[in-house]
Nanobody
Framework: VQLRASGGGLVQAGGSLRLSCAASGRAFSSYGMGWFRQAPGKEREFVATINWSGGSTYYADSVKGRFTISRENAKNTVYLLMNSLKSEDTANYYC??????????????????WGKGTQVTVSS
């Protein structure tokens, strides 16, 4: 599975961005999908995950109520809608695919495939 994240950019605090992650390769609908982020000097942090069908989601407490993860299996794409952005949301955002029964998982090493990140910068 190859993953490509896009949609990052510079936004003012309180604004919104929508990230996309396009997948190619093995059956996209077989995978749970997740978003992680990493800020300079910090460890990679779990943000959100969605199960194979899109029927279940799970969020980090820091983004709950502000971010929404969704997917369109027909388009092999997962999204992350980010509202009410804060300066502390500034990071490189990565999408990842997880194949297996351990959904939901917030642990990065349980994800099997990763895309390159897309940078999100929130100015205060």
């Amino acid at each position: 599975v190859q993953l490509r994240a896009s949609g990052g950019g510079l936004v003012q605090a309180g604004g919104s961005l929508r990230l996309s992650c396009a997948a190619s390769g093995r059956a996209f609908s077989s995978y749970g999908m997740g978003w992680f982020r990493q800020a300079p000097g910090k460890e990679r942090e779990f943000v959100a995950t969605i199960n194979w069908s899109g029927g279940s989601t799970y969020y980090a407490d820091s983004v709950k109520g502000r971010f929404t993860i969704s997917r369109e299996n027909a388009k092999n794409t997962v999204y992350l809608l980010m509202n009410s952005l804060k300066s502390e949301d500034t990071a490189n955002y990565y999408c990842a695919a997880q194949y297996g029964p351990n959904w939901p998982t917030t642990v990065h090493y349980e994800y099997d495939y990763w895309g390159k990140g897309t940078q999100v910068t929130v100015s205060s």
